[in-house]
């Protein structure tokens, strides 16, 4: 998942998962989830944080303070753009196509 480890570098202060994940008491697989699922969400319709919870199972509360740590809404406007690699405006495409990559679909 170095996508993901490259984005939270990008996001300033972000470049330990292991920190944050420590900080939250989660683990960095899911600092990752978390991520993805925020980016994926923030540019849908309705709220994202009750999106990405939905989508992880992690609770809206450890997805709100993963949200503050990176830098709020801004920071999240940015994965959202580095995850929509098309610019299409959905980045689900963009993640299903990596995901075949990876695992030779």
Known sequence: MSLFDSILGKLGGAQNLGAIAGQLGISEDQVRQAMAALGTAHPQPGDTVASAA??????????????????????????SQMIDRDGDGNPLNDITGLASKLFGR
């Not at 992880?56 to 809404?73: A, C, F, H, K």
């Open 54 to 79: 939905a989508a992880t199972g992690l609770s809206p509360d450890v997805l709100n303070q993963l949200l503050s740590r990176i830098g709020g809404e801004g920071a999240l406007a940015q994965v």
